[in-house]
């Protein structure tokens, strides 16, 4: 199983530009016109978002310096344990919906600590690509577009958030464990 995600997956991305180029010959889609109007488009995104970013990127060292996190990591370590979630990935779990930044910085650590090929490793990179950062994109996408109700964008991100970790622990426990 192993050796077939290790050979897929030096594939994988080579594939889907290749399709992306066949697909946009096609169809006669001038590929470097649109990738440039879409390259200006994005630098007006982000010129637009930036206020938020910040306003979020101060609430999230602010959760961390005060030691929030800490105190809630103590009290989720030993009820996680029991469901088979190391608790080194718990901070990861915490912080994935507040920051991409903050939680690859998590990432980093569990793999310089623990190596790539661990199941730690494993486990905290797939949480890193099965879950969004719930958090950011309410602040900084609803708000740069004006979205003052986001009823229940951020329960449904949060439960998506859940439901992508659970998936993570129980498919690196199967191919991984």
Same mark, same amino acid.
């Given at each position: 199983?192993?050796?077939?995600?290790?050979?897929?997956?030096?594939?994988?991305?080579?594939?889907?530009?290749?399709?992306?180029?066949?697909?946009?010959?096609?169809?006669?889609?001038?590929?470097?016109?649109?990738?440039?109007?879409g390259?200006?488009?994005?630098?007006?995104?982000?010129?637009?978002?930036?206020?938020y970013?910040?306003?979020?990127?101060? &609430?999230?060292?602010? @959760?961390? $310096?005060? #030691?929030?996190?800490?105190?809630?990591?103590?009290? *989720?370590?030993?009820?996680?344990s029991?469901?088979?979630?190391?608790?080194?990935?718990?901070?990861?779990?915490?912080?994935?919906?507040?920051?991409?930044?903050?939680?690859?910085?998590?990432?980093?650590?569990?793999?310089?600590?623990?190596?790539?090929?661990s199941?730690?490793?494993?486990?905290?990179?797939?949480?890193?690509?099965?879950?969004?950062?719930?958090?950011?994109? &309410?602040?900084?996408? @609803?708000? $740069?577009? #004006?979205?003052?109700?986001?009823?229940?964008?951020? *329960?449904?991100?949060?439960?998506?958030?859940?439901?992508?970790?659970?998936?993570?622990?129980?498919?690196?426990?199967?191919?991984?464990?």
């Amino acid at each position: 199983m192993i050796n077939f995600i290790n050979h897929f997956s030096q594939w994988a991305i080579p594939l889907i530009i290749f399709s992306i180029l066949i697909s946009a010959f096609i169809k006669k889609v001038k590929v470097y016109e649109v990738f440039t109007d879409g390259a200006v488009e994005g630098i007006a995104v982000g010129v637009k978002i930036l206020p938020y970013l910040l306003a979020m990127l101060m &609430a999230i060292s602010i @959760f961390r $310096a005060s #030691g929030a996190l800490d105190i809630i990591l103590n009290l *989720l370590s030993k009820p996680l344990s029991t469901f088979g979630i190391p608790k080194e990935v718990i901070p990861l779990a915490l912080i994935r919906p507040l920051s991409g930044t903050g939680s690859l910085g998590v990432v980093t650590d569990l793999i310089n600590q623990y190596g790539p090929d661990s199941f730690i490793g494993r486990l905290a990179s797939t949480m890193q690509g099965s879950t969004e950062t719930t958090f950011y994109v &309410a602040a900084v996408y @609803f708000g $740069a577009i #004006g979205i003052k109700n986001s009823r229940h964008a951020i *329960l449904a991100g949060l439960v998506a958030d859940l439901a992508g970790f659970l998936a993570a622990v129980f498919i690196c426990r199967l191919v991984f464990g």
